[in-house]
């Protein structure tokens, strides 16, 4: 630009120097030769003065030019924080103005929705529920952080999502928003192994469609629970009430029974309505403990005031049954406890002993110092607990020998009771056991700040 605009300057006063020496050969009649000789070299001067003056003035138009377009060429880039290169005010700074007035609306337009972007993407990362954009070619746009945490590295920006999730309904939930435009719902069991999730994916308005995974594992399994649990009672019910109806048919049918049939039928009407009026409280016991509102009255109590006074409360059920209640040994430390809702505990494991290992004719309890917490122990010498029931054995309803626990009249909530309290204290509760070698219930119990005082000593052992 710089040297064509020099060379027609150039030209022009060439022109000019021409028509110049054309008027004075013209009228050389009026003009002397010295007056030519002195008209060219002015015309010469004049001309290489304007080629000089043409080359800086145009050399300067051009550097400001190029500074101008330098600095629009950084506002393209993103550079909001360009300056523009000014040592004067001329034509180009108006340009220069509306171009900074431009980046600065740009660059504070440009911020918010960079803020309100990570604010957005902040919000959906805190949600619980995994959260996926797809484009309309059906390309994972973005994604939170509990969907990466499901789908781990198979996912990414960029891949289609076909190859990221392999579940079949969520690809079909998101085909309908993406090819009908519909919200689409549905279930999903193999986005992550062992969780359920409900699907609900919905079409963007700009294209794209964006699926939520709703985690229902819990729900499924609690909906699993409760009717598990009503068929449960329902069936423990059901055996008792057949019994007692049966019977009471039979009696009403019989004008005039004997007195030893009646007396009979009497006694297994009792037994039935025994088991019931069991399983009732049992079930009111449970709901208790399971209750959000259970409340325990937590003091410190000695560890070994716990069990001596357990099968103080327990002897009438031992002796009965002809099996020797035994205390070997109990620590005199202490633990944060209700003592009531211990009763409880040791009543349901001593009774679970006596109906189904009585044959061993022992039961021990114990109770020692482990590290923080005491270690309660009530074990058997029955026939002992296959290794495959040790872990459901605290199941509500769940029986390993389920003839017999109804032979002996067992709900199946003892131990669910057990656990239940056990938890409530803060503590834990297993089971440990071989065929042929008995059985051991184990519980523990927090600590609680020791006296300074010494302790007692510790009461003699009581015999069942």
């Known amino acids: 630009m710089n040297s064509t605009f020099t060379k027609l300057l150039g030209l022009f006063f060439l022109v000019l120097a021409v028509t110049a020496v054309a008027a004075g050969v013209i009228f050389?009649?009026?003009?002397?030769?010295?007056?030519?000789?002195?008209?060219?070299?002015?015309?010469?001067?004049?001309?290489?003065?304007?080629?000089?003056?043409?080359?800086?003035?145009?050399?300067?138009?051009?550097?400001?030019i190029k500074d101008v377009v330098a600095f629009a060429q950084r506002i393209g880039q993103g550079d909001w924080t360009a300056q523009a290169v000014r040592q004067q005010r001329d034509e180009l700074s108006a340009i220069e103005d509306a171009l900074s007035d431009s980046a600065e609306r740009l660059s504070a337009g440009i911020a918010e929705l960079e803020s309100r972007r990570n604010e957005l993407a902040t919000m959906l990362d805190a949600m619980q529920e995994a959260v996926i954009s797809i484009s309309a070619d059906g390309q994972v746009r973005w994604f939170n952080s509990v969907m990466q945490r499901i789908a781990g590295s198979q996912i990414y920006a960029g891949r289609p999502l076909?190859?990221?999730?392999?579940?079949?309904?969520?690809?079909?939930?998101?085909?309908?928003?993406?090819?009908?435009?519909?919200?689409s719902a549905g279930r999903a069991t193999n986005v992550f192994p062992g969780r359920v999730f409900e699907i609900n994916a919905v079409p963007l308005p700009g294209g794209g469609a964006l699926a939520v995974l709703h985690d229902v594992t819990g729900i499924e399994a609690a909906q699993k629970t409760r009717r598990d649990f009503v068929a449960n009672v329902s069936h423990e019910l059901r055996t008792p009430?057949?019994?007692?109806?049966?019977?009471?048919?039979?009696?009403?049918?019989?004008?005039?029974?004997?007195?030893?049939?009646?007396?009979?039928?009497?006694?297994?009407?009792?037994?039935?309505?025994?088991?019931?009026t069991r399983l009732t409280e049992d079930l009111l016991a449970l709901a208790s403990v399971e209750s959000p509102d259970y409340k325990l009255n937590l003091h410190a109590v000695r560890a070994s005031t716990l069990v001596y006074d357990a099968i103080q409360a327990l002897r009438g059920i031992v002796v009965d049954s002809g099996v020797e209640l035994n205390c070997v040994g109990a620590t005199d430390v202490l633990v944060m406890a209700d003592p009531d809702a211990l009763n409880q505990v040791f009543g349901n494991l001593v009774e679970n002993s006596v109906k189904y290992a009585g044959q061993g004719k022992r039961i021990h309890v114990r109770a020692q110092l482990c590290l923080n917490e005491v270690q309660f122990t009530v074990e058997d010498f029955g026939p002992g607990i296959a290794s495959e029931h040790l872990d459901r054995i605290f199941e509500r309803f769940y029986r390993v020998d389920k003839a017999r626990s109804r032979e002996s009249g067992g709900t199946g909530l003892g131990l669910a009771i057990v656990k239940h309290v056990v938890l409530a204290h803060g503590g834990r509760v297993w089971a440990e056991s071989e065929l042929g070698s008995g059985a051991r219930f184990h519980f523990t119990l927090p600590l609680a700040a020791q006296p300074q005082a010494a302790a007692a000593e510790q009461p003699p052992i009581l015999n069942g």
């Open 28 to 64: 050389r009649r009026f003009v002397t030769p010295a007056t030519v000789r002195e008209a060219l070299w002015a015309a010469g001067i004049a001309l290489a003065a304007a080629l000089f003056l043409s080359d800086w003035v145009t050399g300067r138009i051009s550097a400001r």
């Open 241 to 276: 009430l057949t019994s007692i109806q049966g019977y009471v048919e039979t009696l009403i049918e019989d004008p005039s029974p004997s007195p030893e049939m009646t007396l009979e039928f009497l006694g297994i009407i009792l037994k039935s309505a025994a088991r019931m």
């Open 162 to 183: 076909v190859h990221s999730v392999r579940d079949p309904e969520l690809l079909a939930c998101v085909r309908t928003a993406l090819d009908r435009g519909e919200v």
